[in-house]
C-alpha cells in the first residue's frame, strides 16, 4: 500500500488544482450529492497532461485558480476506515515431517514439512502460513499405460524405477518421490513383498529427497506389502500411501508408527469419513504422522467436488474441527483421467495436445492449491515446472524475474 | 428508486411492519406474515408487493440485496449479468452469476485482424452438458492513444452479439465511444482518480456502469465514494494488484469484507486483466487462478483463445449448484436410429455420466435405446455406493417408457459397476441383464462381441 508521504509540494499544488477543476463540475452535475471525502494523489502516479487535459476538455468555462477549495478533506480517515478482514481461527494444521536426515537416523540430504497453516491457502493478509505447499512426482514399479506426453518424457526410464526417481529429481525437480508398487497388485505381476521392498531400497538409495509410498488399491495385498516396506525403510520416515476405510488400517498404522513413519488418511469426497478414519488411526498414530487425501477428480469431471470438500475442510480444521487438522494430499495425476487432456481433438479449438495434459494437470492443481493442498502427485514435468514456480513466487513474494517466465502462448513445444 | 445500501439485516416482525398488512395475496403468499419470512430468507424479489411505500422498498430493497452487488452490462438479448454474489464459498450457498470472459480487442489492430479474433471466439464455444460455453463479452482497448482509430473499432463491433467494455482513460475519446453505442449499457472501464469525475459524469449521461481502479485501497474506497456521492451505484472495481499474487489476496479481500463484514462499499463485481499482469504463470491459467477467487469479468487476450476452454469448463464446474448435483431427467432416450432389434442400454441420472456416455455412444456410431434412471442426479460408482440405485427404479422407468413394445428382445445392458446389482435387476424386470464394460469407450466391442452374438 502506497501511503508514503512523497512529492507532498507537488501534490498538495495538484490537489489544489484538481479540487478546484472538480469543483467546477460538481456544479455542472444534475442534482449531484457530493460527498468529498480525503483523496489522496501520488504525484508519481500523476502526468499533469493528461490530467488537465481530460479535465479541460469536460470543463466549459476556464477554471478559475484562486477559487477556494472544496471543504478541507480529512486525510486520515481513509486511513482508518480500511481494515482488511482479518479472522480469528482458534484451530491450526499440524505439521507432518516426511524425510529424515542422517542425523535424525535416516539418509535423506533434504526433508519437506507439510502442514502447519493458521490461516486459508494465500490469504497473505491474515497471515503467512510457514511452509509452502510441495510436488512430488509419480514413478512407477512397472509399465502402465501413460498418456503419450508423458511417456515421452520418460520412455528411458520407464523399467527402472531408480532411474525414473532419479530423472524425476534431477531433471523434473520433484521435491518427493511417490513410488507406486502397482506391479503388487494380484491381478497384475503378483510381485511379492519382499520384491516390492527391495524396489522401495533402490530408490531410497538413488535419490536424497524424501519418498512416498503407494500400493496397489487392493486392501489385503497392500497391508502385507506396507508392512514389509515401513520395515525395510525404518528410520528414513516415508509416507505410506495409503491407508483406508475398508482396509485393516490399524495394522498399517502400527507398522507405520514401529518404524517411525507417515502415512496418508485416503477416504472418498466426504468429510465425515476423513474424520472417521482419522478418529480411528488416533487411537494409534499421532496427529504429526497423517496426512488427509479426500480424493482428487479431474477438471471436467468433479473437480468442482473435489475443490469444494477440501476448501471446507480446511476452513473447518482452521475454526477448530479437531478431526481434520492435516496437512492434504492431491492425487493431482488424476486429471489426466480427463479424456480432453489426452484425446485426439481438433487443436484449433482445444489447443495442442502435447499441451493440453500439463494444462489439465495445472488448472486442477492451481485450484486445489487455492482449496489449500499442501502435497501434490504429479505427472508431466511442465505442469510440475509451472505449479513449482507459483508455489515460490506466490510463498515467496519475489521480484517478478522475466527470464524464468514460461511463456506457453508464444513458445513452441 | 435508490436503494438504502445501510439497511441491515431485520427480522421477520420488523420486516413485516413495513408491510401494508392486508393480507391481499398479490405477492403470491397467503399472507404479509408469509411473504415477510420469505423476504427475510431472500426468497422473494420485494417488486412481488405492489404496495409498499418507496421508503420500505428501499429499505427491504437494501435488505434483501446480496452484498456483492448485482450489474447488468449490456442490453436486451446482449445483457450479461455479473455479481449479485452472496457467498465466499460455494459450499455455504451457490455461485449466482458465472465470471463473464470477455475478449480484449484493441484499436491498433486492423479490421482483418478484429474479424479473424471474432471468429476465433465464436469458435472457441462448444456445447458441454446442455450449456453452452462461451466468451461472453468484448474489451474495447484505446491502446493507440488516439480517438479515431477507437471509434473506429467501436463501429466494427457494436452489432456483433457481445456486451462491450470500454476501456480508455481518455474522457473524451470515451464520450465518442459512448456516443456511438447510446444505450447499449457498455461498461465504461478506465475511470482512474485523474479522470474520476469527467468518466463519472459520462456514466451518469450514457445510463452505463462504471469500473474503477486505483493502485491502494484508500484511493479506490476514495474513488467508490465519490462514484456513489453522485448517485452512481453500477460500479465494477478493478482491484489494486501487479502481480497474481496482489490480485487473488485483493480480489479475496473484497469479497470476504462485503460478504463477512458486510462493508458495501466493496461490495461490487470485479474486473481483471490477468494476462497483464506480472506473474510466471503462462498466461492461460493465471485466467483460472482469478476465477477461482471470484473475478467477476476476466478479459482474456485473442492468443489464448484457443487454450480456453479448459478454463470455460473451470467456471461450469464452480458454477454448479454444489447442493444439487446437476442431472438430466430419468427416461427413455434415443441415441443415434435404433431399431427393435438395437441395444438396450441403462445407467444413472447424473449429468455428466448421461452426457459422456451418450457422447461417446454417438462418436462410436451405435444405435440404441437409453434407459436414465433416477438416482438423484448421482452418478453409477456414487449411487451403487449409497444405494441410490435401486431395481424397482429401473423397472418403472421401462414400465413407463414402454421400452418392451419398442424391442424384440428383452436384454438390458447395465454398467460395470453396477454389476452387483445384475441379479437384482434381472429378478426386478424380468429381462435378461447383461454386465457392460467399466469404461464407456469400450461398449461398441461389447455390444459386438456379447450382444450381437445372442
Known amino acids: 500500500m502506497s501511503g508514503e508521504k512523497r512529492g507532498s509540494k507537488t501534490r498538495r499544488s495538484l490537489e489544489a488544482i484538481i479540487a478546484d477543476a472538480l469543483n467546477q463540475l460538481f456544479k455542472n452535475l444534475e442534482d449531484a450529492e457530493i460527498e468529498l471525502e480525503g483523496v489522496e494523489i501520488e504525484a508519481d502516479e500523476l502526468e499533469l497532461e493528461p490530467i488537465m487535459q481530460a479535465i479541460v476538455s469536460q470543463i466549459p468555462k476556464p477554471v478559475e485558480v484562486a477559487k477556494p477549495a472544496v471543504k478541507p478533506l480529512p486525510e486520515r480517515l481513509l486511513e482508518a476506515e480500511f481494515t482488511p478482514p482479518v479472522t480469528e481461527y482458534p484451530g491450526s494444521i499440524v505439521e507432518v515431517k516426511i524425510g529424515a536426515t542422517k542425523s535424525e537416523g535416516g539418509t535423506r540430504s533434504k526433508t519437506v514439512v507439510l502442514g502447519g497453516e493458521t490461516v486459508p491457502a494465500f490469504y497473505t493478509f491474515e497471515g503467512l502460513n510457514p511452509n509452502p505447499p510441495v510436488v512430488s512426482l509419480d514413478v512407477f514399479d512397472t509399465r502402465i499405460p501413460l498418456a503419450r506426453a508423458v511417456r515421452m518424457e520418460v520412455k528411458d526410464v520407464l523399467d527402472d524405477p531408480a532411474e525414473w526417481a532419479k530423472k524425476a529429481v534431477h531433471k523434473f525437480g520433484a521435491e518427493v518421490v511417490n513410488l507406486h508398487l502397482v506391479s503388487i497388485d494380484p491381478l497384475l505381476k503378483d510381485t511379492p513383498p519382499s520384491e516390492a521392498a527391495k524396489t522401495v531400497e533402490n530408490v531410497l538409495q538413488a535419490v536424497d529427497v524424501p519418498i512416498c509410498v503407494g500400493g496397489c488399491g487392493d486392501p489385503l495385498k497392500d497391508l502385507k506389502v506396507f508392512e514389509k516396506v515401513c520395515e525395510v525403510a525404518e528410520g528414513e520416515r516415508i509416507l505410506i500411501n495409503s491407508v483406508t476405510l475398508d482396509m485393516d488400517f490399524k495394522k498399517v498404522a502400527e507398522a507405520v508408527k514401529r518404524h517411525g513413519h507417515a502415512v496418508i488418511a485416503f477416504t472418498s469426497m466426504s468429510m465425515d469419513d476423513a474424520r472417521e478414519l482419522n478418529r480411528k488411526l488416533y487411537e494409534v498414530l499421532p496427529k504429526e504422522d497423517i496426512v488427509i487425501d479426500t480424493t482428487t477428480a479431474a477438471l471436467g469431471y468433479g473437480l468442482d467436488y473435489a475443490f469444494t470438500i477440501m476448501e471446507r475442510t480446511r476452513l473447518a480444521a482452521l475454526m477448530g474441527d479437531t478431526e481434520l487438522q492435516h496437512p492434504i494430499s492431491s492425487g493431482t495425476t488424476n486429471a489426466w483421467a480427463a479424456r480432453e487432456a489426452w484425446m485426439k481433438l481438433d487443436e484449433s479449438k482445444w489447443g495442442p495436445r502435447e499441451l493440453r495434459g500439463p494444462i489439465w494437470e495445472v488448472v486442477t492443481a492451481l485450484t486445489l492449491l487455492l482449496a489449500g493442498v499442501d502435497y501434490f502427485m504429479m505427472m508431466h514435468p511442465l505442469a510440475v515446472k509451472t505449479v513449482k514456480q507459483v508455489i515460490d513466487r506466490f510463498t515467496m513474494g519475489g521480484v517478478f524475474d522475466s527470464e524464468k517466465y514460461l511463456n506457453w502462448v508464444s513458445s513452441t513445444f | ?454
Open chain 2, 1 to 454: 428508486m435508490r436503494v438504502s445500501r445501510k439497511a441491515k439485516q431485520m427480522s421477520p416482525i420488523e420486516v413485516y411492519k413495513l408491510l401494508p398488512k392486508t393480507n391481499c395475496g398479490k405477492c403470491g403468499f397467503p399472507t404479509c406474515m408469509a411473504f415477510a419470512f420469505k423476504l427475510v430468507q431472500g426468497a422473494v424479489e420485494v417488486d412481488k408487493c405492489p404496495y409498499l411505500s418507496d421508503e420500505a422498498k428501499s429499505l427491504l430493497t437494501g435488505m434483501t440485496a446480496p452484498p456483492v452487488a448485482l450489474v447488468v452490462i449490456g442490453r436486451g438479448d446482449k445483457a450479461v449479468r455479473v455479481g449479485g454474489e452472496k457467498v465466499s464459498f460455494r459450499h455455504e450457498d451457490k455461485f449466482y452469476n458465472q465470471p463473464v470472459i470477455a475478449l480484449e480487442l484493441n484499436d491498433l489492430m486492423d479490421m482483418e485482424e478484429v474479424k479473424n479474433c471474432l471468429k476465433k471466439a465464436e469458435e472457441a464455444a462448444f456445447e458441454r452438458m446442455e450449456q453452452t460455453l462461451k466468451v461472453n463479452a468484448l474489451a474495447l482497448r484505446n491502446l493507440s492513444g488516439r480517438a479515431e482509430p477507437f471509434v473506429r473499432l467501436v463501429e466494427l463491433v457494436k452489432d456483433t452479439p457481445y456486451p462491450l467494455i470500454v476501456s480508455t482513460e481518455n474522457p473524451s475519446t470515451a464520450m465518442k465511444a459512448l456516443n456511438i453505442l447510446k444505450d447499449e449499457r457498455p461498461l465504461l472501464h478506465g475511470a482512474v482518480l485523474r479522470n474520476l469525475m469527467p468518466m463519472a459524469s459520462l456514466a451518469r449521461r450514457f445510463k452505463c456502469p462504471i469500473s474503477v481502479k486505483a493502485a491502494d485501497w484508500r484511493t479506490l474506497l476514495a474513488a467508490v465514494n465519490r462514484l456513489r456521492g453522485i448517485g452512481l451505484h453500477d460500479i465494477v472495481i478493478h482491484p489494486p494488484g501487479e502481480t497474481l499474487k496482489e490480485v487473488i489476496e485483493s480480489l479475496t479481500i473484497i469479497r470476504r469484507l462485503a460478504v463477512d463484514k458486510k462493508f458495501d462499499r466493496l461490495g461490487y463485481p470485479t474486473i481483471t486483466f490477468p494476462e497483464d499482469l506480472k506473474s510466471n504463470v503462462p498466461e492461460p491459467l493465471r485466467t483460472a487462478a482469478v476465477m477461482t477467487r471470484y473475478s467477476s469479468i476476466i478479459v482474456v487476450k485473442p492468443e489464448t483463445l484457443r487454450f480456453l476452454r479448459p478454463v470455460m469448463m473451470l467456471r461450469q464446474s464452480i458454477m454448479m449448484d454444489p447442493r444439487a448435483p446437476i442431472s438430466v431427467k430419468p427416461g427413455l432416450y434415443y441415441v443415434g436410429k435404433p431399431t427393435p432389434e438395437s441395444p438396450v442400454l441403462m445407467t444413472t441420472n447424473y449429468a455428466l455420466t448421461y452426457y459422456i456416455l451418450t457422447e461417446d455412444l454417438k462418436n462410436m456410431g451405435i444405435d440404441c435405446y437409453l434407459i436414465v434412471v433416477d438416482t438423484g442426479g448421482l452418478s453409477v460408482a456414487c449411487s451403487i455406493a449409497g444405494d441410490k440405485l435401486k431395481p424397482e427404479s429401473v423397472k418403472r422407468v421401462m414400465e413407463e417408457t414402454g421400452i418392451a413394445e419398442k424391442v424384440k428382445h428383452r436384454t438390458l445392458i447395465i454398467p460395470g459397476r453396477a454389476a452387483r446389482l445384475s441379479g437384482d435387476i434381472e429378478d426386478a424386470t424380468g429381462w435378461r441383464v447383461l454386465v457392460g464394460p467399466l469404461r464407456s469407450r469400450e461398449i461398441a466391442e461389447f455390444i459386438e462381441k456379447q450382444f450381437r452374438r445372442e
